[in-house]
């Protein structure tokens, strides 16, 4: 909901850019972002005003791999306690969730961090506790933080986490989408600052602005970019100038910095995208559980895991279709019983989607 001082404004952005005839197309890689737009019928604004807004991969349930829900499975079913954060429990795998072997007797615990997760490896010495890190930059830096602090030796993590301008970069060299401008997501940008995003706009000529979570926001950050490409211009831009800082946060970088290699990964939906993913480094091996643990994680090493059959959450997290053109959305896929992670995740757009349909 808008708030009364913002109304005024948010009238004469709007008539500013219904005015200008326009056919343009945004992504934002935010899952915050999309609430915000769907929940408040943004979406449906911005196309009267003549500018598609997309999802792209801005979800950190979302984007992980079939393989690596597949490597989480088979660590709880060698009898590891597992703790995740609560919608990993729910992401598919190929015959089951997390939550299907909770139900079955395993050890699979929700955590709201990972001071949780050790606590857990405290309580129970005689165990192995691995903790699922997901996540972009936002929660790169908490991950880094009990690293260093060195965590007890029954503990360790299986990283997910992954970097978003690698994944821009990518989007914006596969083409298959014409993008005029990208809205980028303001916790990243908060640790990781504006400077990782300059050589999208001077390589590519995309224009680009963090935006902040409001209503609001969104709206600026929508006629700021509209501004740029009347000016012809190509940069990035701060909406979100109370939280966001060029240089970012330099001691949450240091701490990532500090703690991981950046090596090519696999997204969900996409081939692999280069340096985009975090593994612990060397010296800090001995709580990476995909090292600690590389013998019973053999059997499925090789293996190549594909999508579920009919979903689509790939093509979605690469901005080519909405959550309402995949045939499963709000059919054989709902929250209840999800086929892919983009109806779990409370980030994910079919999910959002679902949820607000029809009250936008």
Same mark, same amino acid.
């Given at each position: 909901?808008?708030?009364?001082?913002?109304?005024?404004?948010?009238? /004469?952005?709007?008539?500013?850019?219904?005015?200008?005839?326009?056919?343009?197309?945004?992504?934002?890689?935010?899952?915050?972002?999309?609430?915000?737009?769907?929940?408040?019928?943004?979406?449906?604004?911005?196309?009267?005003?003549?500018?598609?807004? +997309?999802?792209?991969?801005?979800?950190?349930?979302?984007?992980?791999?079939?393989?690596?829900?597949?490597?989480?499975? &088979?660590?709880?079913?060698?009898?590891?306690?597992?703790?995740?954060?609560?919608?990993?429990?729910?992401?598919?795998?190929?015959?089951?969730?997390?939550?299907?072997?909770?139900?079955?007797?395993?050890?699979?615990?929700?955590?709201?961090?990972?001071?949780?997760?050790?606590?857990?490896?405290?309580?129970? +010495?005689?165990?192995?506790?691995?903790?699922?890190?997901?996540?972009?930059?936002?929660?790169?830096?908490?991950?880094?933080?009990?690293?260093?602090?060195?965590?007890?030796?029954?503990?360790?993590? &299986?990283?997910?986490?992954?970097?978003?301008?690698?994944?821009?970069?990518?989007?914006?060299?596969?083409?298959?989408?014409?993008?005029?401008?990208?809205?980028?997501?303001?916790?990243?940008?908060?640790?990781?600052?504006?400077?990782?995003?300059?050589?999208?706009?001077? /390589?590519? /000529?995309?224009?680009?602005?963090?935006?902040?979570?409001?209503?609001?926001? &969104? &709206?600026?950050?929508?006629?700021?970019?509209?501004?740029?490409?009347?000016?012809?211009?190509?940069?990035?831009?701060?909406?979100?100038?109370?939280?966001?800082?060029?240089?970012?946060?330099?001691?949450?970088?240091?701490?990532?910095?500090?703690?991981? +290699?950046?090596?090519?990964?696999?997204?969900?939906?996409?081939?692999?995208?280069?340096?985009?993913?975090?593994?612990?480094?060397?010296?800090?091996?001995?709580?990476?559980?995909? /090292?600690?643990?590389?013998?019973?994680?053999?059997?499925?090493?090789?293996?190549?895991?594909?999508?579920?059959?009919?979903? +689509?959450?790939?093509?979605?997290?690469?901005?080519?279709?909405?959550?309402?053109?995949?045939?499963?959305?709000?059919?054989?896929?709902?929250?209840?019983?999800?086929?892919?992670?983009?109806?779990?995740?409370?980030?994910?757009?079919?999910?959002?989607?679902?949820?607000?349909?029809?009250?936008?």
């Amino acid at each position: 909901m808008f708030h009364l001082k913002d109304k005024d404004l948010a009238k /004469k952005i709007v008539d500013d850019v219904k005015k200008k005839n326009l056919t343009l197309r945004f992504m934002h890689v935010c899952g915050t972002h999309q609430d915000t737009l769907v929940k408040n019928g943004l979406d449906i604004l911005f196309k009267e005003c003549g500018i598609e807004i +997309r999802q792209g991969p801005g979800c950190p349930v979302c984007v992980t791999t079939p393989k690596e829900i597949e490597k989480i499975l &088979l660590l709880a079913r060698k009898n590891k306690i597992i703790a995740t954060f609560g919608d990993m429990i729910n992401v598919p795998g190929e015959k089951e969730s997390l939550r299907d072997l909770k139900e079955e007797g395993h050890d699979i615990r929700m955590v709201y961090s990972i001071e949780d997760a050790i606590k857990i490896a405290e309580e129970n +010495r005689d165990k192995d506790v691995v903790f699922m890190a997901i996540g972009f930059e936002t929660t790169a830096p908490t991950t880094a933080s009990v690293i260093i602090t060195d965590p007890p030796p029954n503990f360790s993590i &299986l990283s997910c986490h992954r970097l978003i301008p690698p994944a821009l970069k990518a989007i914006a060299e596969m083409g298959e989408l014409k993008i005029d401008g990208f809205i980028e997501p303001g916790h990243v940008s908060t640790i990781i600052g504006l400077m990782p995003y300059e050589f999208i706009s001077e /390589k590519y /000529k995309i224009p680009q602005v963090i935006a902040g979570f409001e209503p609001i926001d &969104l &709206l600026m950050g929508v006629w700021m970019l509209v501004r740029q490409i009347e000016k012809g211009e190509a940069i990035v831009e701060n909406e979100y100038t109370r939280v966001v800082k060029r240089e970012g946060n330099l001691k949450a970088l240091s701490a990532i910095n500090e703690v991981f +290699r950046m090596e090519d990964s696999k997204w969900r939906g996409f081939p692999v995208i280069l340096n985009s993913g975090m593994k612990l480094k060397k010296r800090f091996e001995e709580h990476d559980a995909e /090292k600690r643990f590389e013998d019973e994680l053999q059997e499925i090493n090789e293996k190549e895991f594909s999508e579920p059959e009919g979903c +689509r959450c790939g093509e979605v997290l690469r901005g080519l279709i909405t959550s309402e053109e995949c045939p499963l959305f709000g059919k054989a896929c709902v929250p209840s019983k999800p086929v892919g992670p983009c109806m779990v995740s409370i980030e994910g757009s079919c999910n959002i989607e679902y949820r607000y349909k029809g009250k936008s």
